[in-house]
């Protein structure tokens, strides 16, 4: 079993920057992908970003790539997400998932553990 507890979340304004955290407990963390999922209300939720559980490969959405990075500190069991020139359409809930597997999915039914969320809020 794999529990995850993500922070970082809050209000900043556009063109601002937040690094949200993802803490994982078990002894499986560092052979777990991770990625990072969001959802906005009346939205499906969407594919942010993905890390392997090596960090040799990262994968990013198309609307945050070059903006965001996912990193991981297998020696903290900590995943991370850096979020700079963030933009009003990045508000969402924020969800940090685990799946035990060499391979990094980008689709949320391909994950087996999930955090509660944090709230990441954008003004204008």
């Known amino acids: 079993q794999v529990q995850l507890v993500e922070s970082g979340g809050g209000l900043v304004q556009a063109g601002g920057s937040l690094r949200l955290s993802c803490a994982a407990s078990g002894r499986t963390f560092s052979s777990s992908a991770m990625g990072w999922f969001r959802q906005a209300p009346g939205k499906e939720r969407e594919f942010v970003a993905a890390?392997?559980?090596?960090?040799?490969?990262?994968y990013y959405a198309n609307s945050v790539s070059g903006r965001f990075t996912i990193s991981r500190d297998n020696a903290k069991n900590t995943v991370y997400l850096q979020m700079n020139s963030l933009k009003p359409e990045d508000t969402a809930v924020y969800y940090c998932?685990?799946?035990?597997?060499?391979?990094?999915?980008?689709?949320?039914?391909?994950?087996?553990?999930w955090g509660q969320g944090t709230q990441v809020t954008v003004s204008s």
């Open positions: 890390i392997s559980w090596s960090a040799s490969n990262t």
């Open positions: 998932a685990a799946v035990r597997s060499y391979l990094v999915p980008t689709t949320k039914g391909d994950y087996d553990y």
